[in-house]
């Protein structure tokens, strides 16, 4: 990581006058400056650090690949976990499970992916779309689909329109949780 973020510890406060899922972070390097950023701000620097490729050292962008594998590889788990028909049987302990499907998701054979994303679309395809364990499972297998096409990224960098579609579905999803509380939103 960037010596910038390493030099300094973030502590997270409120900004005054702010909605509250709004935060500002004051980065103090244990002695007296204090850095303070609001999240567009910080938003704005992981980027010229990544576009300027000072985010991540050699050693952690070697690890990468693996780190992404082991995560989607993890989720593949839990995929089998969320299945209500259970299908399958999935041990408790996952070490076992995840180290068989990081195999699959990393062999050369590319028939095991495709194996592995065909299952899991039979499975899926017997979970009512309308259940919460289909709305666990169905960006699991999107991304398994697009691992298989070579296309995966934990890391996909979003655009601008993106972001603020993302923000905006946030928001309207914060509301529509105070609309059903009974806690009318300002105008």
């Given at each position: 990581m960037n010596l910038w973020l390493r030099l300094y510890t973030p502590v997270c406060f409120p900004a005054k006058n702010d909605i509250p899922f709004r935060r500002k972070i004051t980065f103090l390097n244990g002695v007296d400056t204090a850095i303070q950023l609001n999240?567009?701000?910080?938003?704005?620097?992981?980027?010229?650090?990544?576009?300027?490729?000072?985010?991540?050292?050699?050693?952690?962008k070697s690890r990468l690949s693996h780190y992404e594998n082991n995560q989607l590889a993890r989720r593949i788990y839990w995929f089998y976990q969320a299945d209500p028909n259970k299908t399958k049987s999935v041990p408790f302990?996952?070490?076992?499970?995840?180290?068989?499907?990081?195999?699959?998701?990393?062999?050369?054979?590319?028939?095991?992916?495709?194996?592995?994303?065909?299952?899991?679309?039979?499975?899926?395809?017997?979970?009512?779309?309308?259940?919460?364990?289909?709305?666990h499972m169905a960006p699991v297998l999107r991304?398994?689909?697009?691992?298989?096409?070579?296309?995966?990224?934990?890391?996909?960098?979003?655009?601008?329109a993106?972001?603020?579609?993302?923000?905006?579905?946030?928001?309207?999803?914060?509301?529509?949780?105070?609309?059903?509380?009974?806690?009318?939103?300002?105008?």
């Open positions: 999240w567009n701000q910080v938003q704005k620097r992981v980027h010229e650090l990544i576009d300027s490729g000072k985010y991540l050292n050699v050693l952690e302990n996952m070490d076992a499970p995840v180290n068989q499907i990081l195999t699959a998701l990393t062999s050369e054979d590319r028939t095991a992916v495709h194996r592995l994303s065909r299952d899991m679309f039979n499975i899926l395809a017997a979970v009512p779309p309308d259940s919460e364990a289909y709305q991304d398994v689909e697009a691992f298989r096409r070579g296309e995966y990224s934990l890391f996909k960098q979003l655009s601008e993106e972001l603020e579609a993302e923000r905006q579905a946030k928001q309207a999803e914060k509301e529509a949780r105070k609309a059903e509380q009974g806690h009318p939103h300002p105008p």
